[in-house]
């Protein structure tokens, strides 16, 4: 027999609610053994002690026929207030047409006078009881924790439902907060919860304006299924500001994608993927909060969808080439070339090239930058063994290790291999972070750089000065090198501003005792500037574009001949 004792080893407690005091002391008397029992002698007293903020019924046993208010009454608020519509009803009733009107109002059973056996009554309570909190563990389950939506499995298993039935235009929204990390990071995960939960209560109270529903996708997007409307801005303005007042800044952004939804076609997850492409569209972009998807964006998701497709191809065929551009060091008498950066390219067969700048975002956000980074490091390791066995000189290469790349849990093991294959030493082989994987995972790429120093690599920060973090990095991640983002440099003549910022790189980097690499020098008015300023190294147009591997191992061989001032 199941044992009806809460978790804290008390009975379950049923609520009677009957005018007849008989009746009262009839279902009690069945049911005592099993419940603990509590009794009301009208609905408006039922009321009451349903509201006492102690109140933890599992069952109410409801006459529907009773002076001051009746049961339908009761069954109607009950229905209308959100934590007594959890508690199972049985009405208990003598009249065929009062037990449908009650079950289609929302009672669960209905109990026939004259009562049955008492066995019989027992059962049915039990089973109804039962049913309740199987029925709350599984909307416990539905429910995101954090902002009170649906979870996103639950959320498609309704939309599923609902598209069989639906007979109007229906739009799939994806609603993001801008740089909602940042909130985790500077005021903890429990600040960040509380702004998710505030934005969560903002849409659940749209969705009946909306006739929708919605769910949190993840950490900061949301997915609304919901009746066309004509525009969302007025929406998304008025959420803006409740956020601003409630988080009390106006940095937070929110931003919005819409998929128009035509007829039953596709798969609703796709529909969510096109309107996340338009969400996409305006990171950033501060002039607008939605945007729709349209043809345009259609065909460029086109064009994703192929370059997806052809990246193990493109590896294969070797569609994918490395070029190295020089880096020079200029504090001596004469520019030195001393190492270089490898750039991928990809020249396609049927789309000719494509621009790097176009996938690899794509290839970071699908976890394909995987494949190609490694790509490029077995490639920029085998030139460096090449050169070093054509010229008898060693020129160490810069990798990029991508943000994807540092949650790889092999990421040590491959880049160790592939220095054994080609018998190179870690300082041969350089790796490159951006800023802004500090900013996506500042405790994981601690870690991770920690770990390769600790085996002989050389850690290159990029786009320095590219991110807000910046300073607070410097300050937790041991690096070697520092490359001053190529924005500052091409705009310093140009702006005292970025000027004095790249003297300020330069200072912070003599702290620190590291050098300094400006990228994008193509003046040679910047050079001089840079020269005087103490920068040690420098890459850009006007020494050297991106080179194929073949004219770089030339460059080489010109500075080892006839060249006294080299090394080689």
């Given at each position: 027999?199941?044992?009806?004792?809460?978790?804290?080893?008390?009975?379950?407690?049923?609520?009677?609610?009957?005018?007849?005091?008989?009746?009262?002391?009839?279902?009690?008397?069945?049911?005592?053994?099993?419940?603990?029992?509590?009794?009301?002698?009208?609905?408006?007293?039922?009321?009451?002690?349903?509201?006492?903020?102690?109140?933890?019924?599992?069952?109410?046993?409801?006459?529907?026929?009773?002076?001051?208010?009746?049961?339908?009454?009761?069954?109607?608020?009950?229905?209308?207030?959100?934590?007594?519509?959890?508690?199972?009803?049985?009405?208990?009733?003598?009249?065929?047409?009062?037990?449908?009107?009650?079950?289609?109002?929302?009672?669960?059973?209905?109990?026939?006078?004259?009562?049955?056996?008492?066995?019989?009554?027992?059962?049915?309570?039990?089973?109804?009881?039962?049913?309740?909190?199987?029925?709350?563990?599984?909307?416990?389950?539905?429910?995101?924790?954090?902002?009170?939506?649906?979870?996103?499995?639950?959320?498609?298993?309704?939309?599923?439902?609902?598209?069989?039935?639906?007979?109007?235009?229906?739009?799939?929204?994806?609603?993001?907060?801008?740089?909602?990390?940042?909130?985790?990071?500077?005021?903890?995960?429990?600040?960040?919860?509380?702004?998710?939960?505030?934005?969560?209560?903002?849409?659940?109270?749209?969705?009946?304006?909306?006739?929708?529903?919605?769910?949190?996708?993840e950490s900061d997007t949301f997915f609304i299924f919901c009746e066309r409307q004509e525009e969302y801005e007025p929406l998304l303005e008025e959420m803006q500001k409740k956020l601003a007042e409630f988080a009390g800044s106006r940095s937070l952004r929110l931003r919005a994608g819409v998929y128009s939804c035509e007829g039953n076609e596709g798969e609703p997850e796709s529909w969510f993927g096109?309107?996340?492409?338009?969400?996409?569209?305006?990171?950033?972009?501060?002039?607008?909060?939605?945007?729709?998807?349209?043809?345009?964006?259609?065909?460029?998701?086109?064009?994703?969808?192929?370059?997806?497709?052809?990246?193990?191809?493109?590896?294969?065929?070797?569609?994918?080439?490395?070029?190295?551009?020089?880096?020079?060091?200029?504090?001596?008498?004469?520019?030195?070339?001393?190492?270089?950066?490898?750039?991928?390219?990809?020249?396609?067969?049927?789309?000719?090239?494509?621009?790097?700048?176009?996938?690899?975002?794509?290839?970071?956000?699908?976890?394909?930058?995987?494949?190609?980074?490694?790509?490029?490091?077995?490639?920029a390791a085998r030139q460096i063994k090449r050169w070093r066995e054509q010229y008898d000189v060693t020129v160490p290469i810069s990798v990029n290790v991508s943000r994807v790349d540092i949650f790889?849990?092999?990421?040590?093991?491959?880049?160790?291999?592939?220095?054994?294959?080609?018998?190179?030493?870690?300082?041969?082989?350089?790796?490159?972070?951006?800023?802004?994987?500090?900013?996506?995972?500042?405790?994981?790429?601690?870690?991770?750089?920690?770990?390769?120093?600790?085996?002989?690599?050389?850690?290159?920060?990029?786009?320095?000065?590219?991110?807000?973090?910046?300073?607070?990095?410097?300050?937790?991640?041991?690096?070697?090198?520092?490359?001053?983002?190529?924005?500052?440099?091409?705009?310093?003549?140009?702006?005292?501003?970025?000027?004095?910022?790249?003297?300020?790189?330069?200072?912070?980097?003599?702290?620190?005792?590291?050098?300094?690499?400006?990228?994008?020098?193509?003046?040679?008015?910047?050079?001089?500037?840079?020269?005087?300023?103490?920068?040690?190294?420098?890459?850009?147009?006007?020494?050297?574009?991106?080179?194929?591997?073949?004219?770089?191992?030339?460059?080489?061989?010109?500075?080892?001949?006839?060249?006294?001032?080299?090394?080689?």
């Amino acid at each position: 027999m199941k044992n009806y004792m809460t978790a804290r080893g008390i009975k379950r407690r049923v609520l009677i609610v009957d005018d007849e005091l008989i009746n009262r002391e009839l279902l009690g008397a069945m049911l005592s053994q099993t419940f603990e029992i509590e009794t009301a002698s009208d609905g408006q007293e039922a009321m009451m002690m349903l509201t006492q903020p102690d109140a933890d019924y599992s069952l109410i046993l409801l006459d529907l026929l009773m002076p001051v208010m009746d049961g339908f009454e009761v069954i109607e608020r009950c229905q209308a207030d959100e934590a007594l519509k959890r508690i199972p009803i049985i009405v208990m009733t003598s009249e065929k047409s009062a037990e449908v009107r009650s079950i289609r109002m929302g009672a669960a059973d209905f109990i026939t006078k004259p009562y049955d056996m008492p066995e019989v009554i027992l059962a049915r309570c039990e089973r109804i009881i039962e049913l309740s909190e199987d029925k709350s563990i599984i909307r416990s389950t539905e429910r995101d924790k954090v902002s009170g939506l649906y979870t996103r499995s639950f959320f498609f298993v309704y939309l599923r439902r609902m598209i069989h039935r639906l007979d109007r235009p229906m739009d799939a929204l994806v609603l993001n907060l801008d740089r909602f990390h940042l909130i985790n990071e500077l005021f903890g995960r429990g600040e960040g919860d509380r702004v998710l939960a505030c934005i969560g209560g903002m849409i659940d109270e749209k969705l009946t304006q909306l006739r929708g529903i919605a769910c949190r996708s993840e950490s900061d997007t949301f997915f609304i299924f919901c009746e066309r409307q004509e525009e969302y801005e007025p929406l998304l303005e008025e959420m803006q500001k409740k956020l601003a007042e409630f988080a009390g800044s106006r940095s937070l952004r929110l931003r919005a994608g819409v998929y128009s939804c035509e007829g039953n076609e596709g798969e609703p997850e796709s529909w969510f993927g096109r309107a996340k492409l338009a969400c996409d569209r305006i990171r950033g972009q501060y002039g607008s909060l939605t945007t729709r998807y349209n043809n345009e964006l259609y065909e460029r998701t086109v064009f994703h969808e192929r370059l997806i497709g052809d990246v193990d191809a493109a590896i294969d065929n070797g569609d994918f080439v490395v070029y190295f551009q020089p880096k020079y060091q200029i504090q001596s008498e004469r520019p030195v070339l001393t190492s270089a950066e490898a750039l991928i390219r990809w020249i396609h067969p049927e789309l000719g090239f494509i621009s790097p700048g176009e996938f690899i975002p794509l290839f970071e956000q699908n976890g394909l930058i995987r494949r190609v980074d490694h790509y490029v490091w077995r490639c920029a390791a085998r030139q460096i063994k090449r050169w070093r066995e054509q010229y008898d000189v060693t020129v160490p290469i810069s990798v990029n290790v991508s943000r994807v790349d540092i949650f790889d849990p092999e990421l040590e093991k491959k880049l160790c291999d592939i220095l054994d294959e080609f018998s190179l030493t870690p300082d041969e082989l350089m790796l490159e972070i951006t800023e802004s994987a500090y900013s996506d995972s500042a405790d994981r790429l601690i870690e991770v750089v920690g770990s390769l120093r600790d085996k002989g690599f050389k850690i290159e920060m990029d786009d320095f000065g590219a991110g807000y973090s910046s300073l607070n990095m410097l300050t937790e991640i041991p690096i070697d090198v520092l490359k001053i983002d190529m924005q500052f440099i091409r705009r310093m003549l140009l702006d005292d501003k970025k000027l004095g910022l790249v003297r300020l790189v330069m200072d912070i980097a003599r702290f620190l005792h590291v050098p300094v690499v400006a990228e994008g020098v193509e003046e040679e008015e910047q050079l001089n500037v840079l020269r005087q300023m103490g920068c040690d190294i420098v890459q850009g147009f006007y020494f050297s574009p991106p080179l194929p591997a073949e004219r770089f191992g030339e460059l080489i061989n010109q500075e080892c001949q006839g060249k006294e001032e080299t090394s080689c």
